[in-house]
């Protein structure tokens, strides 16, 4: 059985046993939209809950626009023109551009090139979230859990701001987009860590496809409003990266509606759990390494029976990465039991510990074998994942030792479907 899974911008065809059991669960394809541009117009124009932008903003403004940084597949050389072109009776001097990076690395200036298109990087100040300057966050607030908000200052001075993303299932905050542009995207590092700490992390909320009633969630909206948001523009994608829907207006509203559509179309039911689970992490540029792949590792885990095994492919163009603490966390542990205890200890608080916090939860679950061009065989070992060469091989011996009967779920473009078990409760 031959099938392509995700991988990198080229994909990845694997040949799998014929004599075995194998369902492939994917999101029902969405056709892209006619004319992206007409679409994003239309929405802009005729908003979710607040006025057409070009109403909101006063000529004298000086207006903030968010988008995604390079890990994500949100087509900001599409979206961030229409913007711009709604707002051109404004000096390009009054517009500032936010990268939401988050505690990511800022982008290169050729990757700001390839997500923005030259005229924009020409004609436009361009702002990269540095989680660890302090100097250039303010606070605005508590929240209801005692977080302290820090956000970028040059954003909150900013008169109007403009939330821009693209709504996707994620592994712990429910879906990305909405708020999540302003927290993390623009927050200073301690906001982010207690956000992101071990106990919402362990939270049966934090998951998949759950916004409301998610500690995660619901803490970067109440965050997000501190801000002060006039207006977002969010988007959802099919496989080819193309524009199926445009959500824009009010920040709560408009990222409800999205949510909505990409839930109906991404969250696919399972009758019971498998012995093997192949997953991908929904190619280039969410594979891009991989702390990025833990999340087609959760989509696994969801439907993989305990004890049994996730084999999961990335291409990791860039490998681990060195920066942040991610791979810190893992080289200063021995197994991945003492990693969690690690994260779990009282008033522990380090970069990228919940990407580590999930990981070792996955590998109590289940042995992970892990497909990569770009990684070498100690650095998979490393983060206590087992090296795979040949997806189709690995298949074959897992069949040996698990039996003929051995149920097998493919999931081509990994987290991009909330795969879930019919038995077992699930939160709409």
């Given at each position: 059985?031959?099938?392509?899974?995700?991988?990198?911008?080229?994909?990845?065809?694997?040949?799998?046993?014929?004599?075995?059991?194998?369902?492939?669960?994917?999101?029902?394809?969405?056709?892209?939209?006619?004319?992206?541009?007409?679409?994003?117009?239309?929405?802009?124009?005729?908003?979710?809950?607040?006025?057409?932008?070009?109403?909101?903003?006063?000529?004298?403004?000086?207006?903030?626009?968010?988008?995604?940084?390079?890990?994500?597949?949100?087509?900001?050389?599409?979206?961030?023109?229409?913007?711009?072109?709604?707002?051109?009776?404004?000096?390009?001097?009054?517009?500032?551009?936010?990268?939401?990076?988050?505690?990511?690395?800022?982008?290169?200036?050729?990757?700001?090139?390839?997500?923005?298109?030259?005229?924009?990087?020409?004609?436009?100040?361009?702002?990269?979230?540095?989680?660890?300057?302090?100097?250039?966050?303010?606070?605005?607030?508590?929240?209801?859990?005692?977080?302290?908000?820090?956000?970028?200052?040059?954003?909150?001075?900013?008169?109007?701001?403009?939330?821009?993303?693209?709504?996707?299932?994620?592994?712990?905050?429910?879906?990305?987009?909405?708020?999540?542009?302003?927290?993390?995207?623009?927050?200073?590092?301690?906001?982010?860590?207690?956000?992101?700490?071990?106990?919402?992390?362990?939270?049966?909320?934090?998951?998949?496809?759950?916004?409301?009633?998610?500690?995660?969630?619901?803490?970067?909206?109440?965050?997000?409003?501190?801000?002060?948001?006039?207006?977002?523009?969010?988007?959802?994608?099919?496989?080819?990266?193309?524009?199926?829907?445009?959500?824009?207006?009010?920040?709560?509203?408009?990222?409800?509606?999205?949510?909505?559509?990409?839930?109906?179309?991404?969250?696919?039911p399972a009758e019971e759990?498998?012995?093997?689970?192949?997953?991908?992490?929904?190619?280039?540029?969410?594979?891009?390494?991989?702390?990025?792949?833990?999340?087609?590792?959760?989509?696994?885990?969801?439907?993989?029976k305990k004890g049994r095994?996730?084999?999961?492919?990335?291409?990791?163009?860039?490998?681990?990465?060195?920066?942040?603490?991610?791979?810190?966390?893992?080289?200063?542990?021995?197994?991945?039991?003492?990693?969690?205890?690690?994260?779990?200890?009282?008033?522990?608080?380090?970069?990228?510990?919940?990407?580590?916090?999930?990981?070792?939860?996955?590998?109590?679950?289940?042995?992970?074998?892990?497909?990569?061009?770009?990684?070498?065989?100690?650095?998979?070992?490393?983060?206590?994942?087992?090296?795979?060469?040949?997806?189709?091989?690995?298949?074959?011996?897992?069949?040996?030792?698990?039996?003929?009967?051995?149920?097998?779920?493919?999931?081509?473009?990994?987290?991009?479907?909330?795969?879930?078990?019919?038995?077992?409760?699930?939160?709409?």
């Amino acid at each position: 059985m031959e099938i392509k899974l995700a991988y990198g911008k080229t994909g990845l065809e694997v040949t799998l046993p014929d004599d075995v059991i194998v369902d492939i669960i994917e999101p029902r394809y969405v056709e892209a939209v006619k004319d992206p541009v007409e679409a994003l117009c239309d929405a802009i124009r005729n908003p979710v809950g607040t006025k057409p932008l070009k109403e909101l903003i006063l000529p004298t403004d000086t207006v903030g626009i968010v988008f995604s940084d390079i890990t994500r597949p949100t087509p900001n050389d599409v979206i961030l023109p229409v913007i711009l072109e709604e707002l051109s009776f404004l000096p390009a001097g009054n517009i500032m551009l936010f990268n939401a990076t988050g505690t990511h690395r800022s982008s290169t200036d050729a990757e700001l090139q390839g997500m923005l298109g030259d005229d924009i990087v020409k004609n436009y100040r361009i702002i990269q979230n540095d989680a660890d300057d302090k100097g250039s966050h303010e606070f605005i607030g508590t929240t209801k859990s005692g977080n302290k908000i820090r956000i970028h200052k040059k954003f909150l001075n900013c008169d109007k701001k403009i939330l821009t993303g693209f709504i996707e299932p994620h592994f712990f905050a429910g879906f990305s987009g909405g708020p999540k542009a302003c927290m993390p995207g623009l927050a200073q590092s301690e906001t982010i860590f207690r956000n992101h700490n071990a106990i919402n992390m362990d939270s049966a909320n934090a998951t998949w496809g759950k916004t409301y009633g998610n500690p995660v969630w619901d803490e970067a909206l109440e965050a997000a409003k501190m801000a002060e948001p006039t207006f977002i523009v969010n988007v959802s994608l099919n496989r080819d990266k193309k524009i199926t829907g445009v959500f824009a207006g009010e920040l709560e509203k408009a990222h409800a509606g999205g949510t909505a559509f990409v839930k109906e179309n991404a969250m696919v039911p399972a009758e019971e759990p498998y012995d093997i689970v192949i997953t991908s992490n929904s190619g280039y540029p969410l594979d891009l390494n991989l702390y990025q792949s833990v999340k087609g590792m959760s989509a696994a885990a969801q439907i993989v029976k305990k004890g049994r095994s996730i084999i999961a492919a990335a291409e990791c163009r860039d490998p681990m990465p060195e920066q942040g603490g991610f791979s810190q966390l893992l080289s200063n542990a021995d197994s991945s039991e003492e990693l969690l205890a690690k994260v779990r200890s009282k008033g522990f608080f380090m970069q990228d510990m919940w990407q580590a916090q999930i990981l070792a939860l996955i590998l109590q679950k289940a042995d992970v074998y892990f497909y990569s061009g770009n990684l070498s065989d100690q650095q998979i070992i490393d983060a206590f994942l087992r090296p795979c060469h040949d997806i189709g091989e690995t298949v074959r011996m897992l069949v040996r030792k698990h039996g003929a009967a051995t149920r097998i779920c493919v999931l081509p473009e990994g987290p991009q479907t909330i795969a879930y078990l019919k038995t077992k409760k699930t939160s709409k």
